[in-house]
Structures are given as structure tokens and as C-alpha cells.
């Protein structure tokens, strides 16, 4: 076996970057969805849309209405962009 030879990344590092990239992507996802999400949502459109929406992104809801301000103006701000001109979320 060759001394130079380089060590691929383990199943530990590339565990630990689809976590990151999950703990990352999941709150900036909520206002692009929300916002997809309003835009397709009819009065018509089936009750199923609204609780899948729900259920995925309750967390941040929860923590929006349950955390410190600090908190709650980091996502607003995250999402502010994307939401503006949706009906009120909260």
C-alpha cells in the first residue's frame, strides 16, 4: 500500500454534511415554499395541500410563535422576502 495514498471521506463526514446541509436548507426553504405554496392555493385546491404544507413546516411556525424576540425577527426576516405580499402566515 502506498504511503502517499490520499483517504476518501467516511460515512461519518458525509453524515455529518447531509446534516448540515439539512439544519441549513430546511428554515431557508420555509419562504420560498410558503410562497409557492400561496401562489398555487386555490379556495378549490384539496384540504390534503394545506396540512402536508403544515405539517412540514410547523416546527418553524411553533418556534416562530414560541421563541424570544431575537428569534422570531431572524425569521421573519429570512422569510419577509419572500412573503410580503402572501396573506398574513402567522
Not at 500500500?1 to 476518501?8: E, I, L, S
Not at 461519518?12 to 446534516?19: C, D, E, G, P, Q
Not at 448540515?20 to 398555487?40: D, I, M
Request: aromatic share 16%; with cysteine; glycine share 2%.
Amino acid at each position: 500500500m502506498a504511503v502517499d495514498q490520499k483517504k476518501k471521506p467516511g460515512v461519518a463526514f458525509w453524515a455529518t454534511v447531509v446534516v448540515v446541509v439539512a439544519l441549513v436548507a430546511y428554515p431557508l426553504s420555509f419562504g420560498p415554499a410558503y410562497a409557492f405554496f400561496a401562489h398555487t392555493q386555490r379556495h378549490d385546491s384539496p384540504r390534503w395541500r394545506s396540512q402536508v404544507f403544515w405539517s412540514i413546516y410547523e416546527p418553524i411556525r411553533w418556534l416562530r410563535n414560541n421563541s424570544p424576540a431575537p428569534i422570531r425577527r431572524s425569521i421573519d426576516c429570512s422569510s419577509d422576502p419572500w412573503i410580503t405580499s402572501q396573506p398574513p402566515l402567522f
